[in-house]
């Protein structure tokens, strides 16, 4: 397992059991409480969920398939795979977002049999081999050194095919982000960080790996670079 200590992924740990935890389930969800930049950032990770699905889609069906799903958040990607047939190995740093993905595929699936294992877990510390790891929207929580060791742990679960998804960092985003038009509210008590898409590229080459698909998705509030590698 790879080290991705220091003060980021504390923080982002007890900001993702508590503020963060209450702030994205109710993004994450279809009730009506949500302000317009929460329901545009629904929107615009909803529309990434479909993309990640379409892309492993585009390749056959998943039936049977291993897939990792790191940082699953309250299920949005986990759940659906299940539902596709896929074995789902679901894990996140977050108790409290944990237990709402448990909940929510008990609420959601009908054959018991398909439900994901779920597990509280940082991704730095997952071991074993899955068809297809994916992590979406994690990235963003880390600065690019932390994210180089996080891509290549990653790949090396992966036999043939990572899907990310990031905020890529180009200067229209980050004069964007710099002005404070971006990741706006007073709950979000995390620092963003952005990606410039060959960094994680390189990240990826290093390790042996190249990108064969790419996907952006963007809406007013919310924007994800969507990358699809495998091995080189
Ligand atoms: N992937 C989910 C989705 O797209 O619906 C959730 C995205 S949410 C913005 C980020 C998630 O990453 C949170 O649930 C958080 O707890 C989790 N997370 C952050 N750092 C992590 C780490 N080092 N290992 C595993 N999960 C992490």
Redesign the pocket.
Same mark, same amino acid.
């Given at each position: 397992a790879v080290e991705?200590g220091g003060g980021d992924?504390e923080v982002?740990?007890e900001?993702?059991?508590n503020s963060?935890?209450q702030r994205?389930k109710k993004i994450?969800g279809d009730t009506d409480d949500v302000n317009k930049v929460q329901k545009d950032i629904r929107l615009g990770?909803s529309k %990434?969920?479909e993309n990640a699905i379409s892309m492993l889609l585009d390749e056959g069906p998943i039936t049977g398939l291993t897939i990792c799903? @790191?940082?699953?958040? %309250?299920?949005?990607?986990s759940i659906p795979l299940a539902k596709e047939g896929a074995i789902v190995s679901a894990?996140?740093?977050?108790a @409290?977002?944990v237990a709402e993905a448990q909940k929510q595929a008990e609420e959601q699936l009908e054959d018991k049999n398909a439900m994901p294992n779920f597990e509280v877990?940082?991704?730095?510390s997952?071991d074993g081999k899955y068809d297809t790891v994916?992590?979406?929207?994690?990235l963003?929580?880390?600065p690019q050194s932390k994210a180089d060791g996080?891509i290549a742990h990653l790949a090396s679960l992966a036999q043939n095919r990572l899907i990310l998804?990031f905020a890529p960092k180009t200067l229209y985003y980050d004069l964007l982000k710099r002005v404070g038009e971006l990741f706006p509210g007073p709950s979000k008590a995390t620092r963003a960080y952005l990606h410039a898409e060959a960094d994680v590229e390189r990240a990826l080459k290093k390790v042996g790996w190249r990108i064969r698909k790419r996907g952006l998705i963007t809406t007013q509030f919310y924007f994800s670079r969507l990358v699809e590698a495998v091995p080189a």
């Open positions: 991705v992924k982002v740990k900001y993702f059991n963060g935890f994205w994450y990770h %990434t969920v799903d @790191a940082g699953c958040g %309250t299920g949005s990607l894990s996140d740093i977050s @409290a977002m877990k940082d991704l730095e997952l994916i992590c979406l929207d994690v963003i929580h880390y996080m998804s």
